[in-house]
């Protein structure tokens, strides 16, 4: 036996909005046609008016914590990933804590931009299997579209927002078939910041800043880090391709899906996309899309799941698990 960190359930929420690719058209320099060739992207949905990272954190969770069947007050441990703070401090978690009627437990939000929830994860499974806590609550929840630059066509029109939530809680399981999170890798190189950032910040123009990206450095970079970060994992878990039920990746644009799967050597019908829905929600879309797949039945108790992600940092990483 063995103690590992077990998804025990997930939820999700999105916006009430939701703008396809024509409606962008109308305001931007932009086309359904483009965006659809280049990205896969076809809608995403914009947080309006009292919608907040940390409003939609909160629905995201008390559906995952429904899932569970377990009381908000049964979590004693909140981490939430996100780049888009409701403020700069207190961190998010904790109005998500309050939201949820919380009164005592440990929680903070991590910054790792697009691979967020990756960080966030493995923070949990390892304060998880240390003692730390019994049962954390780990979220990704962004409002991109309010730090966007809507005159600039090369990145308004592939992000979206939305929240994402998983329950997980220390079970001490069989160690060869046993459910919970088998491996985590992360990384990250700085020398790469300047490629994916936001022009603001608190310390430097004391303003919030609009997010800018050298999309096809962040490509090129993109397909070679998450490939590598996968079968780090694999080796891990002493598992190869062959074993993964589903992959389910950050949502940045379809062609780096396709172009990690190829290279991994996985079946593209195992990779699970909802960039066509949602654009990319930051570290939202790896938990907004493991809950779609759960939700639709493709992901069952006890499927081979691999999780990865590459944002901001650039930062990257990759989780094995047993569903
Ligand atoms: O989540 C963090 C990780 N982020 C990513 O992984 C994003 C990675 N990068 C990408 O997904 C792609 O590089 C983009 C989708 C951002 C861009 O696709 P691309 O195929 O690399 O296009 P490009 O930047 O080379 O631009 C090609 C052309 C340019 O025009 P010219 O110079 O060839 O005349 C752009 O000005 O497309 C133009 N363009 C647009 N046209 C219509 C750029 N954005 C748009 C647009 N609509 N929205």
């Not at 919608?51 to 009381?71: H, M, N, V, W």
């Not at 949820?100 to 691979?115: E, M, Q, R, Y």
């Not at 172009?259 to 593209?268: H, I, N, S, V």
Request: proline share 2%; glycine share 10%; with cysteine.
């Amino acid at each position: 036996m063995t103690l590992r960190s077990v998804i025990l359930g997930t939820g999700s929420a999105l916006p009430r909005r939701r703008v396809d690719n024509a409606e962008l058209a109308k305001t931007v320099d932009t086309s359904d046609e483009w965006i659809v060739a280049r990205t896969g992207i076809r809608s995403r949905y914009i947080a309006g008016e009292g919608e907040t990272t940390s409003s939609l954190a909160i629905a995201a969770s008390k559906r995952a914590l429904e899932a569970a069947g377990l009381p908000a007050t049964d979590i004693d441990l909140i981490i939430l990933a996100t780049a888009t703070p409701d403020q700069t401090f207190p961190a998010s978690a904790t109005t998500v804590q309050a939201g949820l009627g919380i009164n005592d437990c440990v929680a903070f939000d991590v910054a790792a931009v697009c691979s967020g929830f990756l960080y966030a994860v493995t923070v949990a499974d390892n304060m998880l299997r240390g003692g730390a806590a019994k049962t954390a609550l780990v979220i990704g929840s962004e409002t991109f579209s309010r730090i966007l630059d809507w005159e600039d066509r090369t990145t308004c029109v592939l992000f979206g927002d939305g929240a994402g939530a998983i329950v997980l809680q220390a079970q001490e399981t069989d160690a060869a078939t046993g459910r919970g999170i088998i491996a985590n890798r992360l990384h990250a190189d700085g020398r790469h910041n300047g490629l994916l950032s936001v022009d603001g910040g608190p310390s430097t123009t004391g303003t919030v800043g609009k997010v800018r990206m050298k999309g096809q450095d962040v490509f090129r970079h993109a397909v070679v880090n998450l490939a590598q970060v996968m079968q780090e994992v694999l080796d891990d878990a002493g598992l190869s391709a062959a074993d993964v039920d589903w992959v389910v990746p950050h949502q940045a644009n379809a062609r780096i899906l396709d172009a990690t799967a190829r290279k991994l050597g996985l079946d593209p019908a195992r990779v699970v996309v909802t960039v066509d829905r949602h654009a990319n929600t930051s570290a939202a879309s790896v938990p907004l899309a493991l809950d779609v797949a759960v939700r639709d039945g493709r992901i069952k108790t006890g499927d081979l799941v691999v999780l990865e992600a590459m944002g901001g940092g650039f930062t990257w990483g990759a989780c094995a698990l047993r569903f």
